[in-house]
């Protein structure tokens, strides 16, 4: 902004100097206001091509900027200094220099025309980095390899032989303006046709593009200030760089180092001499250096003041005692006696501690508020904080600069309150307590569900050429799964016997309703055993599902495959007829949606049942009110076909609620619902959606949101003897903003004292339910209130059985699937099967659930092949394959896979799970292709104004 002054009334006015800032913006802005106050008056030059909105980026700390003029460069220097002269008047001008990177050629040039301080033109464009490089390797100092050129054939030699990844930039660029690292030619060459047709931030189109060596080792910038080719080093810094979400290196920081260091030494010599090559002999720089292997090497020369706004300006201040490079400019272009008072190095030690903290996101989504923000501010070590995230700004996770999330300056006098205060808001990151988040769907299905359901809508699918997003990865994929098995663990196979039955098996026929996933193990087991089996197929049943086969059970063999008849009798004739002159002797649920018809079948077939008195044992909502009736502890909830009838309850009720199907098996239409308007939506979602195990949802059930520990209690019930067989609890754990998080399924002993209650409590469930025979698995959360029913699956443990070798491996050698066979055609065997797992168990193993930390294109697996080699490894399955998409795993949707770990040593199944759990974070389960908008530039030009400061990738 320009006041409107009189100079004609203000003698005062008519004596001061002006200064002519080129493009102030930034940092430069703090400079400007900085010879503003020592009484000077400001010009603003702004060069042709320079964007309006990068004028309006000035730093909260400037408040509002006014100028005394501001004025347009001309085409030629003689009509711009004629414009400068009109508005300055009778005022001299005692100083022209750059207010910003845009600001540097125009600022040299236009500084020498005027005769004025100045580096002047001998060297033409100190900007252009493939001649910065080409200077410094004149004059004897380490540079990068490289190759430019405004055409792709000037570059092409250099791409096809140089060592990938290479750095692809434009020889003139700020911030994170272009700058790709890329992995193969085929991507470096498409990056150079992306730059040369792009439009920098700072104005202009891009002249030429650079390519160079990737340069691997520590980064720092190091900050100057000249006076006739005095360099004075104003402050050192270090980039804190660690793998975070995928990326190998975000920034979490900038931290000043001891001027007295060895590094520093190095650094400012090598810097110098850079500067003195460069022919930069007066004003502020800021160099980024590369400490490789073979010494430091320039990264790149920004021939202008340090970016960020300056906000670093007060912690130098008070780490030198009193000056940093905002003073330390103003003194050489105004105040000369001054600047030779400035020390040529700062202060050893420093006379104060503190550093930059960039913030780090490991969630995503839609800010509701950031109460972390005000947080922060009340640190005891706080000075500035800078961000562009505000209510309703969309948050991703933090991969490089364009996506971290602000900085904050620290600075204190006392050490031990600057590490305290970082190790709080390092807190702050990593429990997602900067934000919150408006609510999303949570997947709130147990991992051992079978299925999963989506409303046809939601399905991923091809588009475009584009490959299949990656969703759910574990038994409820079916065929579509990648499954690995040990070989070369015989101890976990179990005896080479066959049980003798009491009769003869081979004139006998066991009848399973919908066999698939664990149901396939149990079919196998009964046909090992010398019984002929007839897969049933349920009315609707998807046949993709009937594909659904266990990779331990290899091509499934029936006597016969039938389908459910129109009517029960009929469908019993149907099954007389396929049996033929084998006599039926059992009728088994071989998943969720074969549970209805095996009851009611068994029933009418007079072989073993659990009858139909209680015709609908699926619907979740009859669960609770029969454990209630019983004096169990239940859920509170609401149920029905029409929004009216449950409206009452979910507008009393406390949120979050859950919703789902009062049918379905696995993560079928569950959601964590946080508001009525949420609960309304996906109820009428629920109503409409065909489920994946056939028909339509019948109704819709609404319950509390239950808060506890999450158990699973599988049993095998024979005549009302119910024998628990093993006993599970999930290890569930927050990661990137998600509350809950599954990464793996534990045994629990039996005589735990949670054991102790579950038991009897899922006991009691199973009797109030009138389950007396079959397999069942119960899934209970442990309340502060007790044991509390999420739900009864009145079939095998889901999960392709894949459990099985661990269960008999921990036991000594029964299983449900065994035990299930036992309790339906062998009553001796079921006799001997203790009522509980032996405790100790006599191995030690558990499912460890893969996590995914980062997101991508799959080019390799490198992980899952060492997972394979693991002492403890058992079995791997996993939906992710080359070309596959992964994302970061928040919910069971985007998990990467399943692994069971078994071995006799504790030690050397915890040392597995470790290096699983390195793998994931370290990234190491996954090579990924190459990653675009990957961003190599540094913090110290990067702004968080929320507009064009941290500028947008351009690919």
């Known amino acids: 902004m320009t006041p409107q002054i009189n100079e004609e009334e203000s003698p005062y006015l008519r004596e001061r100097k002006c200064v002519v800032l080129v493009d102030p913006y930034s940092t430069g802005c703090v400079v400007a206001q900085e010879m503003a106050k020592r009484g000077f008056l400001l010009i603003a030059l702004w060069t042709i091509g320079f964007s309006d909105e990068m004028k309006t980026h000035v730093p909260d700390s400037c408040g509002n900027m006014e100028y005394f003029a501001e004025v347009d460069q001309q085409t030629t220097m003689e009509e711009t ?45 100190r900007r252009d980095k493939k001649l910065q490089q080409e200077l410094i390797q004149k004059a004897g100092l380490r540079s990068v390899r490289q190759a430019g050129g405004s055409s792709f054939s000037e570059v092409e030699a250099f791409l096809k032989t140089e060592p990938y ?133 320039l990264v790149e020369m920004n021939c202008r003041a340090h970016g960020g706004d300056g906000n670093w300006r007060s912690l130098c201040r008070a780490l030198t005692g009193g000056f940093s490079q905002v003073e330390g400019t103003v003194d050489g272009y105004l105040d000369p006696a001054s600047f030779a008072k400035i020390p040529s190095l700062p202060p050893s030690p420093y006379k104060a501690f503190g550093q930059e903290v960039i913030l780090v996101s490991y969630a995503s989504g839609k800010v509701k508020s950031t109460p972390g923000f005000d947080v922060i501010r009340q640190l005891p070590s706080f000075v500035c904080f800078e961000s562009g995230i ?79 997003n990656h969703k759910r990865v574990f038994s409820s994929d079916g065929p579509l799964l990648i499954r690995h ?231 095998v019930s024979r005549d009302g003897e119910h024998k628990a067989v093993m006993i599970w609890v999930y290890d569930k754990r927050p990661v990137h903003g998600s509350a809950f998080v599954y990464f793996g399924c534990i045994p629990v002993d039996s005589e735990s004292a949670e054991a102790k209650i579950l038991i009897p409590y899922v006991r009691g469930v199973l009797d109030a339910m009138e389950i007396k025979n079959g397999p069942t698995h119960g899934e209970v959360m442990m309340t502060p209130e007790g044991p509390c029913l999420v739900e009864m699956n009145c079939r095998a443990h889901g999960g392709d059985g894949n459990w099985r070798s661990l269960c008999r491996a921990l036991t000594g050698g029964y299983s449900q699937v065994e035990t299930t066979v036992d309790g339906y055609l062998e ?49 791997l399955e996993t939906g992710v394959k080359a070309g596959s998409m992964v994302d970061y795993t928040i919910d069971l949707f985007t998990g990467i896979g399943s692994v069971i770990l078994v071995h006799h040593d504790r030690e050397t199944l915890e040392k597995d799970i470790q290096r699983v759990r390195e793998m994931e974070k370290e990234n190491q389960l996954f090579v990924y292709e190459n990653q675009p908008g990957f961003l190599l530039k540094s913090p110290s030009n990067l702004h968080f104004d929320g507009t064009t400061a941290a500028p947008a990738p351009l690919y």
């Open 81 to 125: 200094a004629k414009v400068l002269n009109e508005v300055v008047g009778a005022h001299p001008v005692a100083a022209c220099l750059a207010g910003g990177e845009a600001g540097v050629d125009f600022a040299d040039a236009f500084s020498e025309y005027l005769g004025l301080l100045t580096n002047g033109t001998d060297i033409p464009n």
């Open 165 to 297: 990844p290479v750095v692809l930039k434009p020889v003139e660029s700020a911030g994170s303006d272009g700058v790709k690292l890329c992995y193969n030619f085929e991507e470096a060459k498409e990056h150079f046709d992306v730059l040369m047709s792009s439009q920098m931030v700072n104005g202009g189109g891009c002249p030429s593009v650079l390519c160079q060596e990737f340069l691997k080792g520590k980064e720092y910038v190091i900050d100057h200030v000249s006076l006739n080719g005095e360099h004075k080093t104003c402050m050192v810094w270090v980039y804190d760089k660690r793998p975070a979400n995928g990326s190998a290196f975000v920034y979490f920081g900038m931290l000043p180092i001891p001027i007295d260091s060895p590094e520093a030494k190095i650094l400012v010599n090598y810097t110098r001499r850079v500067l003195d090559s460069m022919g930069l002999k007066n004003g502020p720089s800021h160099g980024e250096v590369m400490m490789t292997e073979d010494g430091p090497c």
């Open 390 to 468: 505000k209510e309703a700004s969309e948050v991703e996770y933090t991969v490089d600069l364009i996506t971290c999330i602000g900085s904050v300056i620290l600075m204190h006098k006392d050490e031990a309150v600057i590490q305290k205060d970082i190790e709080f808001i390092r807190y702050m990151e990593k429990i997602n307590g900067l934000f919150l988040f408006e609510t999303k769907s949570e997947n709130l299905k147990r991992p051992r569900g079978d299925l999963l359901a989506l409303d046809q809508s939601t399905k991923p699918t091809e588009q475009e050429g584009k490959p299949r």
């Open 485 to 715: 098995m040990s070989n070369d663990r015989p101890e976990l196979r179990g005896p080479l016997v066959k049980r003798m039955t009491t009769v003869d098996s081979s004139k006998e026929v066991v009848i399973i309703v919908d066999p698939y996933s664990t149901g396939c193990c149990v079919a196998q087991e009964i046909m090992k055993r010398g019984f002929s089996v007839i897969a049933l197929w349920t009315k609707d049943f998807a046949p993709e599902m009937k594909t659904h086969v266990p990779l331990s059970c290899g091509v499934m063999k029936y006597y016969s495959e039938i389908g459910e008849a129109e009517t029960l009798v009929e469908t019993v004739q149907t099954v007389y007829k396929a049996a033929d002159q084998k006599r039926v002797v059992a009728c088994i649920a071989g998943g969720e949606a074969g549970v209805d018809l095996a009851d009611a079948l068994s029933e009418r077939l007079d072989v073993r049942t659990n009858g139909t008195s209680i015709p609908n044992r699926r619907d979740k909502k009859l669960q609770q009110e029969l454990i209630r009736k019983y004096g169990l502890r239940s859920v509170r909830q609401a149920a029905g076909s029409k929004y009216e009838e449950v409206e009452p309850f979910l507008t009393n009720e406390r949120y979050p609620l859950v919703l789902k199907p009062v049918e379905s098996a696995g993560s079928d239409g569950v959601k964590l619902c946080h508001s009525l308007e949420e609960a309304k939506e996906h109820f009428h979602v629920l109503m409409k959606s065909q489920m994946v195990n056939g028909g339509d949802c019948p109704a819709v059930l609404c319950q509390e949101f239950l808060r506890g520990k999450e158990y699973v209690v599988d049993h």
């Open 827 to 875: 009553k001796q065997e079921f006799a001997r099967t203790p009522e509980k797992p032996p405790s100790p168990f006599k191995a030690h193993g558990q499912e460890v659930i893969l996590v995914s930390y980062s997101r991508g294109k799959v080019k390799a697996t490198p992980g899952f092949e060492e997972i394979k080699t693991l002492q403890s490894f058992v079995y």
